[in-house]
Each structure stands twice: as C-alpha cells, then as structure tokens.
C-alpha cells in the first residue's frame, strides 16, 4: 500500500491566477448589528467555564452578530492584484481567508452566506430540493437539531494562488476559526 506524502506548504514568489466561484445570491442582505463594547471579561474565566454540550441551541440573532463579528468580521484589507487580502479575528496563511461561512436556522429550507466585509448576511439561490437533501443529511448526525448551522466552505483555489503545496493550509485555517469562534460563545 503506497502512503501518499505532503509536501510543506511554501510561499509562492509570484501569486498564480486561479478561477473563482460565483455564490447564487439572491440578493437578499440583512445586516447584521455591530455588538456593543463589551465589558471587561477575564480570559482565564472564560475559558475555564467553556463546556462543550450535546444540546444543541438555536443562536438568537444577537448571538449570532456577536459570534461572527468578534470571530470572522474584516477588520482591514487591501488588494493584491485581483484578490483581497483581509485582517480578522482568526488567523490565516497569508491573510487569504479560503472559508466562506454558510449559516442554516434550524427548520429553514435555505441557506445564507456571512459577509465578513460588510458584516452582513445574503441568502443563497441554491435548489430547494438539493438544501433539504443537505438537511437531512446532517440530520443523521444531529436528529432533532434545533442549533443554528454554521457551515465552513474551504475554497483550496484562494489558498494554492499563493501557496505551493497548499493543501494543509485550509484544515489549519479551519481550526484556527472555529477556536475562534468559541471564545466569544462564551460571553
């Protein structure tokens, strides 16, 4: 049985063109709230009440603003040829930022995608019948799920533009958000 081995990813010394993916919106944009400054908060406080819990709860819409504007919203960017590098909450190889954020409310058949730059949602045009067969999927590892859904989309293309041998960089920019992410659950 042949082990396949992956190379180190290294910087690339010119930034390679690579086609993009269109996401269907509907053009449909909710704005989300920009949370107010919090008061002081107690790392060490915060990470030792954080639990993981098998109940799965539906974020309210304030939760859900706070959870994405602390963890994932642009803090700054700017433009390297035809690609925006961003600055944000989570690290990320190169500041590329290959993760879209797809979000499911239980018991809605459509999905929406966070905007870290306008610190906005849009809903998504994709087929009914193919989101409800996504649900249901997911259902199988979650029956019942009454938890909001929040669905990383790693888009490898975004990474290999600047990157050789790339391909470990999407998991560890994954990680890197989703630690992110728990810290402001807790507040």
Do not use: C
């Amino acid at each position: 049985m042949s082990k396949e081995v992956l190379m180190n990813p290294t910087p690339r010394t010119k930034s390679i063109s690579v086609n993009s993916y269109a996401y269907p919106y509907l053009g449909i944009k909710k704005e989300l709230t920009r949370p107010s400054k919090p008061n002081h908060i107690n790392f060490f406080k915060v990470i030792e009440e954080r639990r993981s819990n098998k109940d799965l709860l539906p974020l309210e819409e304030n939760q859900l603003d706070s959870l994405l504007w602390y963890s994932s919203r642009t803090r700054d960017a700017y433009l390297d040829e035809d690609y925006i590098l961003s600055k944000r909450p989570s690290p990320s190889a190169g500041a590329v930022h290959p993760i879209d954020i797809l979000i499911n409310h239980a018991g809605d058949n459509f999905f929406s995608i966070y905007s870290p730059f306008e610190h906005g949602v849009y809903r998504l045009d994709f087929l009914e019948e193919k989101v409800q067969s996504f649900i249901k999927h997911i259902s199988l590892a979650f029956p019942g799920r009454k938890g909001t859904l929040l669905w990383f989309i790693i888009h490898q293309y975004r990474t290999d533009k600047y990157y050789k041998n790339s391909e470990s960089l999407g998991w560890r920019d994954a990680g890197a958000l989703m630690q992110t992410m728990l810290l402001p659950v807790v507040l």
